[in-house]
């Protein structure tokens, strides 16, 4: 089957250089068609995915939107396979596309996505967050949905995983099932309606990109929060229901950080920094959690929380 790479650009500095690297050296046995849409960056970036690209074109940056953006970027795009990578997702091998198209040989998998692996300067506290969540697993996991059976949490979390940091989707699949317009977590929003439909979705950890960010706590807390916003609209659940569940799962978390870290052999000094910084870490994820998944009832009884939901929603 052919198969298609689509990435979204803006500004992606110097390390888009190692990302197309990496794609130009995928084995497959096919030639690969690569589509890159760009926000009008003026970094320079737009040029050099010229150079790479056998679809170029660009939208404006006020019309970008995750799931729209992408599916015109498909459209243009014409494998029956389309991998689906960010800008600064690098293929950490010259398998990653291989083993994620191998999942395709089952017809009922309409999606598949790749572990992905923190970058070595990542900040501690990161990495074991990346570590430990879905993407972030080295054993491969099929994910089905079963309509007769009510999910836990951690269900609800394995079951609709799905993230196009690096994924495939089947064209046919997603021709029946486009991503949705939203400002974030298109895809954790077409895995369920594709699951619903019977698909199957892959989590593959053969296929691996390195990814990671060392971001600000302040952005952080953003992430989180819509991340957990997206998981109430989704899968409808919520980790916290009462703000005082906050107090003993960021002490908990917080001893479990501390002990994480004592096992990554770190420095001295750096792991004073880092356990002194750990309950603050720990903490202000959590009530991004809360208030994340509180947040769409908030706006419904209080006006002035749009005004705290468009700040949080920002630089995201």
């Known amino acids: 089957m052919k198969v298609s790479v689509v990435i979204p650009t803006l500004n992606a500095g110097p390390l888009f250089q190692e990302v197309l690297d990496a794609i130009r050296s995928q084995e497959f046995p096919e030639k690969i068609e690569l589509v890159i849409v760009d926000s009008m960056s003026d970094d320079g970036t737009a040029e050099l995915a010229k150079k790479y ?17 992408r599916n015109v970027a498909i459209e243009k795009s014409s494998g029956d396979l389309v991998a689906l990578l960010v800008q600064d997702a690098t293929p950490a091998d010259s398998h990653w596309l291989k083993n994620l198209a191998q999942n395709f040989s089952d017809p009922q998998v309409a999606g598949a996505y790749s572990r992905q692996i923190p970058r070595p300067d990542c900040h501690p506290l990161i ?9 972030g697993q080295q054993a491969r996991r099929v994910q089905k949905f079963d309509p007769g059976k009510k999910l836990s949490i951690q269900e609800n979390i394995e079951t609709f995983s799905f993230d196009n940091v690096s994924s495939m989707v089947r064209r046919s699949a997603w021709q029946e099932n486009k991503f949705k317009k939203r400002r974030f977590a298109e895809d954790i929003l077409w895995a369920k309606e ?14 691996m990109v390195v990814h990671s960010h060392n971001k600000s706590l302040w952005y952080e807390f953003k992430r ?12 409808n659940f919520r980790v916290f229901n009462r703000r005082i569940e906050l107090i003993g799962a960021s002490f908990d978390g917080t001893i479990k950080a501390v002990r994480g870290l ?25 009530l991004a959690q809360y208030m994340g998944s509180w947040a769409d009832r908030w706006k419904e009884k209080y006006s002035w929380y749009y005004r705290i939901d468009g700040i949080l929603s920002k630089g995201v």
Not at 127 to 135: E, F, I, S, T, V
Not at 194 to 207: A, T, Y
Request: with cysteine.
């Open 262 to 286: 004592c096992t990554m052999g770190l420095p001295a000094s750096s792991l004073l920094g880092w356990s002194l910084y750990a309950p603050f870490f720990v903490g202000s994820q959590n």
């Open 127 to 135: 990495k074991m967050r990346l570590l430990g969540w879905g993407a």
């Open 224 to 235: 989180v929060y819509l991340d957990h916003q997206n998981w109430w609209q989704v899968g």
């Open 53 to 69: 690209a056998d679809v170029f074109f660009q939208v404006k940056r006020e019309e970008f939107n995750h799931g729209e953006t």
């Open 194 to 207: 594709v699951l619903q439909k019977g698909f199957k979705i892959v989590f593959e950890p053969g296929s």
